[in-house]
């Protein structure tokens, strides 16, 4: 029997196994999802003060829809034998599907980064609230002032002094000044103090070390500069982007046998831009790249990368969020309006689970419309 192998139990894996399974409809096609843990980790929602709400058991989307699901890792991907090595054992494959995601890039060389936190995975999170849990008025210092930094920033101030710092010369560099009057202005409401042009060089117990030399008072130090896709990419290809992402066709191919998706995938999504490593991409890319590598097998048409406008929403704590539309961001909600649509959307990244024919419909839903308040009503916007 021909098989389908999927790498990856986050957002693009666990669509592209639903993807899969749609096209393979009755016929004879085994589909495996290999991945070391139980659950769909809900990543964008690790900044929440209660990480482990943010799951989801993987049995309960895969069993429902005929998915196998192998607990490992996968260390090697042999793509001339077209087999893939998890804890020792290999696996064939007649088509793969990368969906391995992404990590943190972990300061290298900094003094004491043993006492760094993060909010990058479950256990990370879980980490820093059992660390903070019961604590009134502790010191945090967040390195980075990207969209996972502010988060986590504001978040922390709801109970605490925090400290914000970033190389860079602005808050949210990387989401351009669109919205940038009222991220600030949200984090002036929440308290949050910023030190620009700096980063932290040490850390130790109760404190931290800046670049200016300043120490500063730290019960936790939270890390969130910078992440970098999956090692396992560098085996399918050596042409990788700055993110370490392997560049795929409109139909998410990367090899004759194998697709790729998610935060691995270096997908275009228009002339000009390729792909974001969130939810809102990964979800569709994985749904994409799954039914294409069963179609691929079946003799089906493939399908190509539609997704939907793109979007941010950006939770900021006690001062609500933003969201916005486009490029260049153009904010389309602030305060408490945008809180509700943060709201929705963490709501709605909950995929469906123990109903196939629900799982499966939502597969084949790759540009999805959501209106969001009503002056939204004539445009769309993606799940995330």
């Given amino acids: 029997m021909a098989h389908v192998v999927i790498i990856g139990g986050g957002f693009a894996g666990v669509w592209s196994a639903a993807g899969a399974a749609l096209a393979r409809g009755e016929t004879e096609l085994r589909i495996t999802l290999i991945a070391p843990n139980d659950h769909l980790v809900l990543r964008p929602r690790l900044y929440e003060p209660e990480p482990d709400l943010a799951k989801v058991e993987l049995g309960r989307i895969l069993e429902p829809i005929g998915v196998e699901h192998l607990r490992a890792s996968v260390s090697r991907i042999d793509t001339d034998r077209r087999v893939v090595v998890a804890d020792g054992q290999e696996v064939g494959y007649d088509r793969l599907v990368l969906a391995a ?58 109970r605490g002094r925090v400290l914000l710092v970033d190389q860079a010369q602005v808050v949210g560099d990387q989401l351009g000044p669109g919205p940038r009057e009222e991220i600030e202005a949200a984090l002036d409401r ?3 103090e910023r030190r620009l042009g700096t980063t932290v060089t040490e850390v130790g117990d109760g404190y931290a070390v800046l670049s200016d030399g300043t120490k500063v008072e730290a019960d936790a130090v939270v890390w969130s500069v910078g992440v970098r896709a999956s090692e396992l990419t560098s085996q399918i290809s050596d042409d990788l982007d700055h993110l370490g992402r ?14 790729v998706a998610g935060d691995t995938a270096a997908a275009p999504f228009d002339a000009e831009h390729t792909v974001m490593q969130a939810c809102q991409h990964a979800t569709p890319l994985g749904k994409v790249a799954g039914y294409n590598a069963a179609a691929d097998l079946l003799d089906l048409p493939l399908r190509d990368f539609t ?35 943060k709201k929705r959307i963490n709501h709605h990244i909950h995929p469906p689970v123990d109903d196939a024919p629900k799982i499966l419909a939502a597969a084949d839903r790759v540009y999805v419309e959501l209106p969001f308040f009503p002056r939204d009503e004539d445009e769309t916007a993606p799940t995330a």
């Fill in 101 to 158: 995601g992404s990590k943190l890039v972990q300061p290298q060389g900094l003094p004491g980064a043993e006492r760094l936190f993060d909010i990058d995975t479950l256990d990370g999170a879980r980490r820093l609230t059992e660390h903070l849990r019961d604590r009134e008025h502790y010191s945090a210092v967040v390195v980075g002032a990207g969209f996972v930094g502010l988060e986590a920033a504001t978040e922390l101030a709801a």
């Fill in 190 to 192: 929440v308290g949050v």
């Fill in 246 to 259: 392997v560049p795929v066709d409109r139909r998410l191919r990367a090899l004759p046998e194998v697709f």
């Fill in 307 to 341: 997704p939907g406008p793109y979007v941010t929403c950006l939770d900021l704590g006690g001062a609500g969020a933003i969201f916005t539309r486009g490029w260049d961001r153009r904010v389309m909600a602030s305060g408490a309006e945008a809180k509700e649509v």
